[in-house]
Every structure is written in structure tokens, then in C-alpha cells.
């Protein structure tokens, strides 16, 4: 059997095989944050499809950490139950399910908490202030509430938790000199920029036990003058792996980032420009063996194939290949290896902005000419 398709572990964690579905805003939940029945269909559909393990969309931990509309929320007990009923419908159709669990930052939207975002310092865009500097008190809270947040994400049946640390989001800007410019225990030195993280992790693992995997998604680099680099990165991932990390998943860039260098890029990938990480993560595997999952413009089974054959990364991560064939991983199992359809388009966000959940419309337009 090919390697790719082996079942593998991560901690306790079976997976059939080494596609991950990488963490996708879906604009399915309500406007309160609860999940809803579409969104369960679409982690069921992913897990029909053959996707080893499913990440969802991020689950904001503090109602000050929402970053967009009809997201998924996991800041109080309430929303465990419609969480329940999503994780085991994924269980009985032979998937395997993690909550990524993420607070935004500077990046968080006052639209929609009614609440003044906040950071480790204050980020100024364009002479306008984005947040404002987070207390000492602030963090500790903070941390109680990743914990509280990844409890909740056990009770409701997920098997494991991601940490956000990526694409700005609030524990990259701890991590980053380009967003931290404190001077107190939380800035400075890469130990004091990851106190927080790291505390976050030790407080998570105390509530959910050795066996529950935690994992974290983190830049490979934030490509920002005084952001993270790739062996910045390798450092603070030697760290984790310390502290009993499961699994890393890297990608990188920021909405600060150079447009051609952000997180979701624009327009159609060619082959030879797959996997934009690739040579952060071979530096990475060089160094640290915790598992690691890479997303990033990876568009054709061959591609993939070769990035676990060559020991680059142990898992494969796409997102946008599957809002348009959740049924991917089937299909190149069966042996029909053609390259995702995804044209990188990024039109499949706009639906989810209004509340009608992400879907792929460059696929519609294509069907609707076929008819006309």
C-alpha cells in the first residue's frame, strides 16, 4: 500500500490515512455561533470523502476573539450540544474530527462582539489603531479560556484540539516581534513571547489528559519585517516538542503579509509551484520530530505523494481543494489521480459572508453553462 493511504497515529488518535482536511471558515454556523445542521452535512460529506482527519473552521474562545461572521463559537457550555450532535454524526460515518480553537487578536471584528479588540500591544495599520494592549489579567483569563475551550471541545466529542498560532491570529501575534512589542514577561526574548502559548498548553493538557492530542497550526514564517522566520519558527517548535506538542501543522503570511505571500493565495496553482512550504518544512524535519501536517497549494496527487515519500511532512493539509470535491481523497484512493479541480478563485468565501455557507461558484458557473 502506498504510504500515504497507511494508517498512521497521532498520540491515541487512528487515522486511515494521511490527508487532513487543514482548519476553513465555513460560514455555516448561526448568528449566535451554534452549529447547524449544514455544517455537520459538510463535516460529513468531508468524512464520506475519504479525508482521514477533518479540522474544522476556527471556534472562537472569547466572544471578543470573533474574527467573522456565522463562525463557529466554544466560549460557553451552551454550544456543546449541537457540537455533540456534528462530531457524532462524523464518527458514524467513519471520520475523525478536531476542533481548532482560535482567538483573533488585533484581528477581531467590533461589528460583531460589540467589543474593543485586543492584542499583545496595540497595532497600528494605516495611522489607525486595529486593537488595543491586553492587561496581565487579560492573558490569564485568556489562557483559562483556551482551557475551558478545549474541555469543552472533549465533552463534545472532538478527537483533539488544534491551536491556532498562525495567519496573525492572536498566539502568532505573542510570537511574532512584528505584532509584540511588549516589555513586560510577555515580550521581548522568544521565551517571554511565548509565555502565554506555553502556559496555555501545560493548562490544556492538565484538564484533558496525556492521550487527548493537542496540536497547534503555526506559521512556517509570517514574511513581515521583525515577523517570524523559519528558523525563529523551528526554535519555537524544538519548544513544543518539549512540552509535549502532538502534531504542528505549518503553513504562513498574514493579512499584513505581502499579497502574494498571505495565507489564502489568489489564482490557479501550477505544479511546479505546489506546496509554497515545502522548504520550511524539510528545514523543520531536519530538526523536529514531532508529526508534522502541511497546507499550502497543494493541488495534485503527485505532489502530495512526494512531499510524505520524501519525509518533507507526515500529513498532506488542503482546504479550499475540498470545499469543491469533498469526495477527493476517494477518488485518487480509487486510482484516478487527476489534480484538484480548485482554481484557487477564492469566490467560494463570498457565499459565506452572507450566511449562506462557503461552496465552490466557480463549479455552479461551470454547471449552469453546461445547461444554458
Not at 513571547?193 to 496540536?215: E, H, Q, S, Y
Not at 461552496?359 to 453546461?370: D, L, R, S, T
Request: aromatic residues 8%; charged residues 25%; negative net charge.
Amino acid at each position: 500500500m502506498e504510504k500515504i493511504f497507511e494508517i498512521s497515529k497521532i498520540n491515541n488518535l487512528e487515522l486511515q490515512n494521511r490527508f487532513v482536511r487543514s482548519a476553513t471558515w465555513e460560514g455555516m454556523a448561526d448568528e449566535q455561533g451554534f452549529c447547524t445542521d449544514k455544517l455537520s452535512r459538510t463535516m460529513v460529506n468531508l468524512a464520506k470523502g475519504g479525508v482521514g482527519l477533518i479540522i474544522t473552521g476556527h471556534l472562537y474562545v472569547q466572544q471578543v476573539g470573533q474574527a467573522s461572521p456565522f463562525q463557529l463559537a466554544i466560549y460557553e457550555d451552551k454550544f456543546i450540544d449541537e457540537l455533540k450532535a456534528m462530531t457524532d454524526e462524523v464518527h458514524y460515518a467513519g471520520g475523525k474530527i478536531i476542533a481548532q480553537i482560535a482567538h483573533a487578536g488585533c484581528q477581531g471584528s467590533a461589528k460583531m462582539s460589540g467589543l474593543e479588540p485586543v492584542g499583545p500591544s496595540v497595532l497600528q495599520v494605516n495611522g489607525k489603531a486595529l486593537c488595543r494592549e491586553m492587561t496581565t489579567e487579560e492573558i490569564n483569563v485568556l489562557i483559562q479560556d483556551f482551557t475551558a475551550a478545549a474541555v469543552r471541545a472533549k465533552t463534545a466529542g472532538f478527537d483533539g484540539v488544534q491551536l491556532h498560532g498562525a495567519h496573525g491570529y492572536l498566539f502568532n501575534q505573542f510570537l511574532s516581534g512584528f505584532y509584540n512589542k511588549r516589555t513586560d514577561e510577555y515580550g521581548g526574548s522568544l521565551q517571554n513571547r511565548m509565555r502565554a502559548l506555553l502556559a496555555t498548553l501545560r493548562a490544556i493538557r492538565a484538564a484533558v489528559g496525556d492521550t487527548f492530542p493537542i496540536m497547534i497550526k503555526l506559521n512556517s514564517e509570517d514574511f513581515l519585517d521583525g515577523g517570524l522566520t523559519r528558523e525563529d519558527v523551528i526554535d519555537i517548535a524544538a519548544i513544543l516538542e518539549k512540552e509535549g506538542i502532538d502534531a504542528i501543522e505549518y503553513s504562513g503570511g498574514t493579512i499584513q503579509s505581502d499579497k502574494k505571500l498571505v495565507p489564502v493565495r489568489v489564482g490557479r496553482i501550477e505544479k511546479e509551484n505546489e506546496a509554497f512550504y515545502r522548504e520550511a518544512a524539510a528545514q523543520y524535519k531536519k530538526r523536529i520530530k514531532v508529526p508534522l501536517l502541511l497546507v499550502g497549494g497543494i493541488r495534485s496527487f503527485e505532489t502530495a505523494e512526494a512531499v510524505i515519500n520524501e519525509g518533507i511532512a507526515d500529513y498532506i493539509s488542503m482546504s479550499r481543494p475540498f470545499i469543491r470535491e469533498p469526495e477527493l481523497i476517494n477518488t485518487w484512493q480509487s486510482g484516478e489521480r487527476s489534480p484538484a479541480a480548485c482554481i484557487s478563485c477564492n469566490a467560494c468565501f463570498r457565499p459565506g459572508v452572507k450566511g449562506e455557507g462557503i461552496y465552490c461558484v466557480a463549479k455552479e458557473k461551470e454547471e449552469q453553462k453546461k445547461t444554458d
